[in-house]
C-alpha cells in the first residue's frame, strides 16, 4: 500500500484504488468522472484550462491537493497548496515551497533583505582648513548614513592619515576628530567607508 498522499502520475493495468492507492480530500474531483459513466466534454475541457491557467482566479480553487498551484489574481502572485495531508493546509507564497540549500527562497529573501538595509553607501568629500582645527565637519546630506561601522580614511595634503587617528564621534556623527590638527590652508579628502570591528585592526602590523 502506497504511503499517502500519492499523487505520482501511473498507469497501472488493475484500476486504480484511489481510496487506498491515491488518496482523497473530499473535493468534487473524487469522484469525477463516475465509473461506468461517460464523462462530461465541458467538465474535461474546464480541467484542461485549471491546468494550463494554474486555476488563476480571484477566488481560491474548488478543488486542490497537497502541492498544487494558483495564480491569485487578486493578488496577482502564484502560490502553492502546502501542509500534511492529501489536500494539504493552506495556500502559501510559491518562494515559501522553493528550496535553496537546507532554507526556502523567501527565507532566503527575508534574511537577504536584513543584510542588506545595513549596507551603507561609500561616501567622499573633499575641502581646505580655514584654520588650525582638529576636526573636519561632515556634510549635513551624509550624516544620516554614518553608522557605528563607518570609518574615515583622511588624506592630507595627499597623505593618508593613520585610520586610527581619524575618528568619528559615533554619538555625534557630525565631525571627524582629528588627532593631529589641520593647519591653515591644508588641503584635506575625506573617504567614508564601512570597515566592522572584526575588520579594524587597531594594533600594529609589524612588517619584516
Given at each position: 500500500m502506497?504511503?499517502?498522499?500519492?499523487?505520482?502520475f501511473v498507469l497501472p493495468a488493475p484500476l486504480i484504488d484511489f481510496t487506498n492507492d491515491v488518496g482523497e480530500t473530499g473535493q468534487q474531483h473524487d469522484s469525477f468522472?463516475?465509473?461506468g459513466?461517460?464523462?462530461?466534454?465541458?467538465w474535461f475541457r474546464m480541467a484542461l484550462i485549471a491546468l494550463l491557467a494554474n486555476q488563476s482566479s480571484h477566488h481560491e480553487p474548488i478543488n486542490y491537493r497537497a502541492g498544487s498551484l494558483w495564480y491569485d489574481l487578486h493578488e496577482t502572485l502564484l502560490k502553492i497548496r502546502t501542509g500534511e495531508g492529501t489536500a494539504g493546509s493552506s495556500w502559501s507564497s510559491l518562494a515559501d515551497a522553493i528550496g535553496l540549500d537546507g532554507t526556502?527562497?523567501?527565507?532566503?529573501?527575508?534574511?537577504?533583505?536584513?543584510?542588506?538595509?545595513?549596507v551603507k553607501p561609500q561616501a567622499s568629500f573633499s575641502g581646505h582648513a580655514a584654520s588650525t582645527t582638529y576636526q573636519i565637519p561632515i556634510p549635513v546630506s551624509l550624516q544620516p548614513d554614518v553608522s557605528d561601522d563607518i570609518r574615515a580614511m583622511v588624506w592630507v595634503n595627499g597623505l593618508l592619515r593613520d585610520p586610527r587617528e581619524t575618528v568619528i564621534n559615533n554619538a555625534c556623527p557630525t565631525h571627524i576628530n582629528l588627532t593631529d590638527?589641520?593647519?591653515?590652508?591644508?588641503?584635506?579628502?575625506?573617504?567614508?567607508?564601512?570597515v566592522d570591528d572584526d575588520h579594524f585592526i587597531a594594533m600594529d602590523v609589524v612588517a619584516g
Amino acid at each position: 500500500m502506497a504511503v499517502l498522499p500519492d499523487n505520482r502520475f501511473v498507469l497501472p493495468a488493475p484500476l486504480i484504488d484511489f481510496t487506498n492507492d491515491v488518496g482523497e480530500t473530499g473535493q468534487q474531483h473524487d469522484s469525477f468522472p463516475s465509473g461506468g459513466q461517460q464523462a462530461r466534454y465541458d467538465w474535461f475541457r474546464m480541467a484542461l484550462i485549471a491546468l494550463l491557467a494554474n486555476q488563476s482566479s480571484h477566488h481560491e480553487p474548488i478543488n486542490y491537493r497537497a502541492g498544487s498551484l494558483w495564480y491569485d489574481l487578486h493578488e496577482t502572485l502564484l502560490k502553492i497548496r502546502t501542509g500534511e495531508g492529501t489536500a494539504g493546509s493552506s495556500w502559501s507564497s510559491l518562494a515559501d515551497a522553493i528550496g535553496l540549500d537546507g532554507t526556502t527562497l523567501a527565507q532566503w529573501y527575508t534574511e537577504a533583505s536584513a543584510l542588506l538595509a545595513n549596507v551603507k553607501p561609500q561616501a567622499s568629500f573633499s575641502g581646505h582648513a580655514a584654520s588650525t582645527t582638529y576636526q573636519i565637519p561632515i556634510p549635513v546630506s551624509l550624516q544620516p548614513d554614518v553608522s557605528d561601522d563607518i570609518r574615515a580614511m583622511v588624506w592630507v595634503n595627499g597623505l593618508l592619515r593613520d585610520p586610527r587617528e581619524t575618528v568619528i564621534n559615533n554619538a555625534c556623527p557630525t565631525h571627524i576628530n582629528l588627532t593631529d590638527s589641520l593647519q591653515t590652508n591644508d588641503r584635506f579628502t575625506v573617504y567614508l567607508t564601512r570597515v566592522d570591528d572584526d575588520h579594524f585592526i587597531a594594533m600594529d602590523v609589524v612588517a619584516g
